[in-house]
């Protein structure tokens, strides 16, 4: 079981490029999400989805896309790169509503 | 509105204990949870509890919650050097398909 997990590992990106971030389990969760974390602001969700062909916005979706096409695949896409969308990304999993969530281990995406 | 705060940094000896505190405001949170950080990486569940419950040890680590007050807080005793992490504390707010809710993190510091 390789659980969660996130490619790459670290980008550099310049201002308006695009890019996608992979994730994939192998836990056969239903539930995926995208956090974002910065420093001093704690890890804020930035779209989830609680099954195949179902997304929603978290607290800080502007900028990114998602989509949920298997169980498996949850990817983030940048759709044109911005300084503030400098950070670490983490994808996480979970089974069901109220289990622990399972993270990845994180791109760190640096946008100048 | 959701909100889970905690203190930002501790800083113990190696031996003594160290107590990091939590407080969150969702009432119907069913379960809590406290994830550790180490350098680089992502986030590891390290103990959940049950909001029917008011305490869970698990080795080295104790849980303590009050619902009254919507405080949690996480115990380590005899804390070590590879103790020295960033905590997570994080809630599950009662509503179908919503993601975990976390702190800010505390920075935990130990010396030698």
């Known amino acids: 079981n390789a659980g969660v997990t996130q490619t790459p590992k670290f980008q550099v990106l310049k201002t308006g490029q695009s890019m996608t971030l992979q994730c994939a389990q192998d836990?056969?969760?239903?539930?995926m999400s995208w956090y974002r974390q910065d420093p001093g602001m704690g890890l804020r969700l930035i779209h989830y989805s609680v099954g195949a062909g179902i997304t929603d916005q978290g607290e800080v979706p502007n900028g990114y896309n998602v989509s949920r096409s298997t169980t498996e695949d949850f990817p983030l896409r940048l759709l044109s790169a911005a300084p503030s969308q400098t950070s670490v990304y983490f994808c996480?999993?979970?089974?069901?509503?109220?289990?622990?969530?399972?993270f990845g281990n994180g791109t760190r995406l640096t946008v100048t | 509105g959701e909100d889970v705060e905690q203190s930002l940094f501790l800083s113990v000896r190696e031996g003594d204990s160290s107590v990091i505190n939590c407080t969150y405001t969702d009432s119907s949170s069913t379960y809590l949870y406290w994830y550790k950080q180490e350098p680089g990486a992502g986030l590891q569940l390290l103990t959940y509890i049950f909001s029917n419950m008011d305490m869970k040890q698990d080795q080295r680590l104790t849980v303590l919650l009050n619902k009254k007050d919507k405080h949690l807080s996480l115990r380590i005793a005899d804390t070590q050097t590879g103790d020295s992490a960033i905590y997570f504390c994080?809630?599950?707010?009662?509503?179908?398909?919503?993601?975990?809710?976390f702190g800010k993190g505390t920075t935990l510091s130990v010396s030698s």
């Open positions: 836990m056969n969760h239903e539930y």
């Open positions: 994080a809630e599950t707010p009662n509503q179908a398909g919503t993601a975990l809710i």
């Open positions: 996480a999993s979970r089974d069901r509503q109220n289990s622990p969530l399972h």
